[in-house]
């Protein structure tokens, strides 16, 4: 199970960090993945952490958006940081084997 947490609103050039805790398995053991979604379109990828730790970004977040992970914690985060109004979504995290998707929490940034 995973559960999302950390959206609220806040003005652009602010900060948000979200959180994926996992109860029942282990984050690190999977490749784990941001998604974001907004009304009407698809859910797509943010970023991502690989269990060695690697990461990697979609371009409009480059430069502005970190994921890690905290091992003991069996915990993943997403700072992102200069937020822009486009950056407004509903965000859900997602380990990839066994396809579990968290709850997803609103992120919305005023201009």
């Known amino acids: 199970q995973l559960q999302a947490s950390g959206g609220g609103l806040v003005q652009a050039g602010g900060s948000l960090r979200l959180s994926c805790a996992a109860s029942g398995t282990i984050l690190s053991s999977s490749v784990m993945v941001w998604y974001r979604q907004t009304p009407g379109k698809q859910r797509n990828m943010v970023a991502w952490?690989?269990?060695?730790?690697?990461?990697s970004y979609t371009d409009s977040v480059k430069g502005r958006f970190i994921v890690s992970r905290d091992n003991d914690k069996n915990t993943m985060y997403l700072q992102m940081n200069n937020l822009k109004p486009e950056d407004t979504a509903v965000y859900y995290c997602?380990?990839?084997?066994?396809?579990?998707w968290g709850q997803g929490t609103l992120v919305t940034v005023s201009s």
């Open positions: 997602f380990r990839r084997a066994g396809g579990y």
């Open positions: 952490i690989t269990p060695p730790g690697n990461t």
